[in-house]
């Protein structure tokens, strides 16, 4: 039980540290759906970094630089290019599924270097993690930067009208969310699950972005839907340990999917919207030009 | 002051110190633009403002009053000519520069951020605003501020719950928090109730005698500049036509001078030949696009021969009225009758074969294809007509001719049938759609804002087609936010308040505060509202 309820909680962190970057990124009006591309990215080339330098450290140093490098990109095409933010996005996941498979497929096998210290049975990430919401909620809403970003997510030409650089704190908010989803991808590769074979994230990147928009764009309740979602995953993986012989584990490995889908839906109902839209970046997905 | 580099060294407060009454504060000189295209927007313009005065800047739509107000505000800069503040030349090279300078902007379209509060609106961009923001400190100075000047808002509440005028109160305020001693309004009065209208005449009243000088930039509300500027400076076709003391001015004597030429005020409205019902509204309730309920239980009947003038503040269901009508927005309860038939839920098209006629207030977005030819756009109308489709096929030179005679009778500018509609400018543009309708000699007319945002000329001519399809029998719906409009057109007026029409008044009872008290929600008859 308890192994199972830590082993949760560390997909939790990997789902918060995602999820926050995306978060960041939509609150100033960017949607990067490339965002499993980017976790493809960070821990592919983490964990080949981290392997054949033997360096944590290095590892993640590149994990958090490529994710930053590829935000940038997705940065380049839809803020000072203007192209369809969806498409780039896509575009960034497809490019990122054939590269990274292509780069790690040599490096197929464990990580095989001694696993990562733990805090009272978790990794220290995790308690990263939630300072991390709370100082992202802190920013966002106590801040004249936070305010800047939230401005810039909902009107941008209100933002630039007031003194705002519209273009330059997007930048900030594409970079800052890619550094992190490529961190959340090399924590991945090299401590939650430190071995390389083909399609190893299976769909992380994008339930921590179906968490963004179930989380109403707030840090706390992206922190708890990652936690509702750890579990869930742990529950797909190990369901022996929590309920013994129900249902086939094939179908257990579907329960997160399925979840998504319906929390998917559950968010598109007018219901939801009604209560709830208001709070979605009112420019969320548009490109700005300046007049 | 000249030079081109940073402007760190600039201090504001002590640029504006010991401001005396009177002093000039800003004054504009020469100022000439030219676009690429050849149209000279501003040709030597000269204007200046002085302390404790409301000087009014007046023209029609394309007379260079944006152009100007655009360079006083840094947006954009003006091929030659100069601005002085207090003397010192100014260069803007961005709105953030002429804010620096203590330039304050009130747009027409709100700058603000609607899921924001009103206080994180006014810090947005602040130079005061930095690291961590201290919410309730700004407050209270934004409180003591909004003292001064006699404003009254929430500073907590968001903005997308707030009323146009508390709106503009909040662009008010932003705008002398950060410390402007200038304040340009665009068209300051056009969203705005008459109640909140009187409240902002009041204020800017109170303001101009706070050494402060305040420049309303105004299409046609004369009335407004009448009552409340001390000078007015009227431009038209780029260049300053006058610039006179608002106590040597008169409404005719503004209007001549915006136009060139003699305006008639009164559209002179024959008397009603009023005939059968041609449309019986039964308590009709429709839901809005967000599903609450947009129109309640609203019944009426126009006449043939007869113009209902719909008034009342945008969102009060009079938009949900008018699709109902046309047939773009089903029905909840009630029904609708077209010359005794029913037509609760008949489809659009039938209701166009019917003699039912629609002129929408989005001239742009629903009234016409800016992709489309004038041709083409004429003949979203008469598609269906048996005259102009022969087993399906369009007859082309008919549909020319047709643009041709309705290019000819509305005077429309432009240089032919075969243009798309997205080169013709707004008045233009809403002749063409009210003579597409009105050629087809509708019995019911349905004009939403037929008028809104056009200038004099544009605005005279459409009134009076109005009229003239009243003369020859339709019945016609004309919504309007302009009471002065409604009153000088309608045989009836039927004041709408949150979706229900308030009373049915005959145009002869009908003042102006009753209907302004009635579409602001104050008549004694809406008991229970706030």
Redesign the interface.
């Known amino acids: 039980m308890l192994p199972f309820i830590l082993r949760s909680l560390e997909a939790a962190m990997i789902f918060t540290f995602a999820g926050l970057g995306e978060l960041v990124n939509q609150r100033g009006g960017i949607l990067n759906v490339g965002l499993e591309g980017i976790m493809l990215f960070g821990a592919t080339l983490g964990f080949v970094a981290a392997q054949t330098t033997e360096s944590y450290l290095v590892g993640f140093l590149v994990g958090v630089l490529v994710g930053g490098l590829l935000g940038l990109l997705h940065g380049v095409f839809s803020i000072s290019l203007g192209v369809d933010q969806v498409v780039s996005g896509m575009g960034i996941w497809i490019f990122s599924f054939g590269m990274t498979t292509y780069i790690g497929s040599p490096f197929t096998g464990p990580l095989g270097m001694e696993r990562l210290p733990t805090v009272l049975g978790i990794s220290p990430f995790f308690y990263v993690a939630v300072l991390l919401a709370v100082g992202i909620w802190f920013v966002l809403t106590?801040?004249?930067?936070g305010?800047?970003i939230?401005?810039v997510g909902?009107?941008p030409?209100?933002?630039e009208?007031?003194?705002?650089h519209v273009a330059r704190l997007r930048y900030l908010c594409v970079v800052v969310g890619g550094m992190l989803a490529g961190f959340a991808g090399a924590l991945y590769a090299l401590y939650y699950n430190p071995v390389w074979n083909y399609n190893f994230l299976m769909g992380w990147g994008f339930i921590s972005l179906a968490l963004v928009f179930f989380s109403m764009w707030n840090p706390f309740l992206l922190f708890g839907g990652a936690l509702l979602f750890g579990l869930l995953w742990q529950l797909s993986l190990n369901p022996e340990l929590l309920l013994p012989g129900l249902f086939s584990r094939y179908i257990w490995r579907m329960v997160p999917f399925a979840v998504t889908v319906l929390v998917l839906v559950f968010i598109s109902t007018?219901w939801f919207r009604?209560r709830w839209g208001?709070?979605r970046?009112?420019a969320l997905g548009q490109p700005y030009h300046r007049? | 002051m000249t030079r081109r580099s940073k402007h760190t060294s600039f201090d504001p407060d002590a640029f504006w110190a010991d401001i005396q009454p009177g002093e000039v504060l800003l004054s504009a000189r020469g100022i000439t633009k030219q676009y690429p295209g050849g149209v000279l927007a501003n040709d030597r313009i000269d204007f200046e403002v002085r302390a404790q005065e409301v000087h009014a800047v007046l023209g029609e739509n394309g007379a260079g009053k944006t152009t100007l107000m655009n360079i006083l505000f840094g947006?954009i800069q003006p091929d030659q000519g100069a601005i002085y503040l207090r003397g010192q030349r100014v260069h803007f090279r961005s709105?953030?520069d002429a804010?620096r300078y203590g330039i304050g902007?009130v747009?027409q379209h709100r700058?603000?951020?609607?899921?924001?509060s009103v206080i994180?609106n006014i810090?947005?961009?602040h130079p005061r605003?930095?690291?961590?923001?201290r919410l309730r400190e700004a407050e209270e100075e934004v409180a003591a501020l909004a003292e001064t000047y006699g404003f009254r808002v929430d500073l907590r509440a968001k903005v997308?719950q707030l009323t146009e005028g508390e709106k503009q109160v909040v662009e008010i305020l932003k705008a002398l928090y950060r410390g402007a001693h200038i304040l340009i309004m665009d068209e300051p009065t056009s969203a705005l109730t008459p109640v909140e209208t009187e409240k902002l005449l009041e204020s800017i009243e109170r303001m101009s005698e706070h050494k402060l000088g305040v420049v309303p930039f105004i299409t046609h509300k004369l009335p407004v500049v009448l009552r409340i500027s001390h000078r007015v400076t009227v431009l038209r076709s780029g260049r300053v036509a006058a610039s006179l003391d608002t106590q040597d001015a008169d409404e005719q004597r503004l209007a001549e001078l915006m136009v060139g030429r003699p305006v008639l005020f009164d559209v002179q409205k024959p008397p009603a030949q009023e005939g059968e019902p041609v449309v019986q509204v039964e308590g009709v309730s429709a839901r809005s696009d967000?599903?609450n309920l947009a129109l309640d239980n609203v019944s009426f009947t126009v006449r043939s021969g007869q113009i209902l003038g719909v008034a009342g503040v945008a969102g009060n269901g009079q938009h949900e009225l008018a699709e109902v009508l046309a047939g773009l927005r089903g029905v909840e309860q009630g029904r609708i009758l077209l010359n005794g038939q029913e037509i609760t839920r008949a489809p659009v098209l039938a209701r166009w074969q019917q003699g039912v006629g629609y002129t929408p207030a989005e001239r742009t977005e629903v009234g016409s294809i800016g992709e489309f030819t004038l041709v083409e756009n004429v003949a979203m109308n008469y598609f269906w007509d048996p005259d102009y489709n022969r087993h399906g096929v369009l007859d082309e030179a008919k549909l020319r001719e047709l643009t041709e005679q309705i290019l000819e009778e509305f005077r429309v500018a432009a240089p032919g049938p075969h243009v798309k509609a997205k080169t013709l400018s707004g008045g233009n543009l809403q002749k063409v759609i009210m003579g597409r309708v009105l050629s087809r000699r509708p019995r019911l007319l349905i004009a939403n804002l037929p008028a809104q945002g056009l200038d004099i000329g544009a605005t005279e001519f459409v009134q009076q087609k109005l009229l003239e399809a009243r003369a020859e029998g339709a019945a016609v719906i004309f919504i309007s936010e302009d009471l002065d409009e409604i009153l000088m057109l309608s045989d009836v007026v039927a004041p709408m308040y949150e979706g229900r029409v308030v009373d049915l008044i005959p145009a002869d009872q009908a003042d102006k505060e009753t209907i302004g008290a009635m579409i602001a929600g104050s008549y004694q008859q809406q008991e229970g509202t706030p």
Request: hydrophobic share 45%; glycine share 8%.
């Open positions: 106590k801040t004249s930067l305010l800047a939230r401005s909902e009107t030409d209100v933002a009208v007031s003194g705002i007018d009604a208001a709070t970046p009112q007049e | 947006l709105p953030q804010i902007m747009h700058k603000l951020v609607p899921a924001h994180e810090l947005l961009g605003a930095q690291g961590i923001l997308w967000k599903g």
